[in-house]
């Protein structure tokens, strides 16, 4: 409640009253859009949701080519299906702009606000909602990745990382300064596995996010690895997490990197972990296309992506019998069920697992028969 006793998003607070509007379809749909921008932020939610949700509304305006208070469902079902079969987005990402969408007509449709009543004085209709649960996608299964999405065999693993390391030694043979971000993106990949990151988590390390693990001495001051812009819910700041360091060789590609090549970088004064050639911090864009390049030249699945790297960590740390307890908390999931989807086993390790558990059952059966 405002210090006039408005509250956030109201009509009032963004239409002088008793004055005729110049343009009043532009004007009190851009009030509309303001005030919902004051009603989401004092939810405190994070600017960027705030952003996107507002972005998705004027879409469907323009798409819709009608103002709120016109809109009606059959609006909804004709940009969805334009969504689904020309711009081909995935169920996810309908279901979000869909709920945006939902989200901005229970705002105006709130008696709180004042909404209805002003659309009704000067354009004699009002806003409804026109997004529900018969026209509107339904979060129906946990995993809603594409299928062809999975995690790195070991063998493709290493082929990726042995790739990475020869461009580094082709790039530097050449005598090219270009060994140096060869360089860093090798080691970035490496950390992001050894970690189980996902993109930004990786781009927003800094140097100082490495601790000691006082029940890991051999890891000396990389046994811990603090996660400070891990994946938010929506309209939540980013998650932070601290994950452990498992992995020997895990240190030792850390420092070679802070170490001896990092101090190369043009940028290397940045507290970011992976400086840029161009900047302090090394973009989404570049993990993306130097991933896409090296997977490509090591002749690996085009279904690999960034992400195939913490699912592999997930799957061969399983692999390995670490606890799903610990790999659930190393990836910050909230879920068991959320790290069963990520993990993708072999099935020669399936096939391992099942050996154990009969050759277990058969041992049981024949001791007891044995003491009987």
Same mark, same amino acid.
């Given at each position: 409640m405002g210090g006039d006793g408005l509250i956030p998003g109201s009509a009032r607070l963004h239409l002088i009253d008793g004055l005729s509007l110049l343009r009043p379809d532009e004007q009190v749909f851009e009030a509309m859009i303001k005030g919902w921008r004051n009603q989401q932020l004092a939810r405190n939610l994070s600017l960027g949701y705030i952003n996107d949700q507002e972005r998705t509304v004027q879409a469907f305006t323009r798409h819709a080519d009608a103002m709120p208070w016109q809109w009606t469902p059959q609006h909804v079902d004709e940009w969805s299906a334009d969504l689904r079969a020309v711009h081909g987005c995935v169920r996810s990402t309908l279901r979000n702009y869909q709920g945006s969408v939902r989200q901005f007509c229970d705002f105006l449709t709130n008696p709180a606000y004042g909404w209805s009543d002003e659309c009704l004085r000067h354009f004699g209709t009002h806003p409804v909602q026109v997004v529900y649960d018969w026209n509107a996608a339904t979060h129906a299964d946990e995993a809603e990745g594409e299928p062809e999405r999975r995690a790195f065999t070991k063998p493709e693993l290493e082929a990726f990382f042995d790739h990475a390391d020869?461009?580094?030694?082709?790039?530097?043979?050449?005598?090219?300064?270009?060994?140096?971000?060869?360089?860093?993106?090798?080691?970035?990949?490496?950390?992001?596995?050894?970690? +189980? #990151?996902? $993109?930004?988590?990786? @781009?927003?390390?800094?140097?100082? *996010?490495?601790?000691?693990?006082?029940?890991?001495? =051999? %890891?000396?001051?990389?046994?811990?690895?603090?996660?400070?812009?891990?994946?938010?819910?929506?309209?939540?700041?980013?998650?932070?997490?601290?994950?452990?360091?498992?992995?020997?060789?895990t240190p030792g590609?850390?420092?070679?990197?802070?170490?001896?090549?990092?101090?190369?970088?043009?940028?290397?004064?940045?507290?970011?972990?992976?400086?840029?050639?161009?900047?302090?911090?090394? +973009? #989404?864009? $570049?993990?993306?296309? @130097?991933?896409?390049?090296?997977? *490509?030249?090591?002749?690996?699945?085009?279904?690999? =992506? %960034?992400?195939?790297?913490?699912?592999?960590?997930?799957?061969?740390?399983?692999?390995?019998?670490?606890?799903?307890?610990?790999?659930?908390?190393?990836?910050?999931?909230?879920?068991?069920?959320?790290?069963?989807?990520?993990?993708?086993?072999?099935?020669?390790?399936?096939?391992?697992?099942?050996?154990?558990?009969?050759?277990?059952?058969?041992?049981?059966?024949?001791?007891?028969?044995?003491?009987?």
């Open positions: 020869e461009e580094v030694l082709r790039v530097r043979g050449k005598g090219r300064k270009g060994w140096l971000p060869a360089f860093r993106d090798s080691a970035l990949f490496k950390v992001a596995y050894a970690y +189980g #990151l996902r $993109r930004n988590e990786t @781009r927003m390390l800094d140097l100082t *996010d490495f601790g000691r693990n006082p029940e890991g001495r =051999e %890891f000396g001051g990389y046994g811990t690895l603090l996660v400070r812009y891990g994946k938010a819910k929506k309209g939540s700041p980013p998650k932070r997490r601290s994950v452990l360091t498992v992995w020997h060789w590609t850390i420092e070679e990197w802070i170490s001896e090549v990092r101090p190369g970088m043009r940028h290397s004064t940045s507290r970011a972990l992976w400086p840029s050639e161009r900047g302090p911090r090394i +973009g #989404l864009q $570049r993990l993306d296309s @130097r991933f896409a390049a090296y997977r *490509d030249a090591a002749g690996l699945d085009p279904a690999l =992506e %960034f992400h195939s790297l913490p699912r592999s960590y997930i799957t061969h740390l399983i692999e390995d019998g670490h606890d799903p307890l610990f790999v659930q908390q190393q990836v910050g999931h909230d879920h068991a069920s959320t790290t069963a989807i990520y993990t993708c086993v072999s099935s020669d390790f399936r096939t391992r697992s099942l050996r154990r558990v009969l050759d277990a059952t058969i041992e049981a059966a024949l001791r007891q028969g044995r003491t009987s």
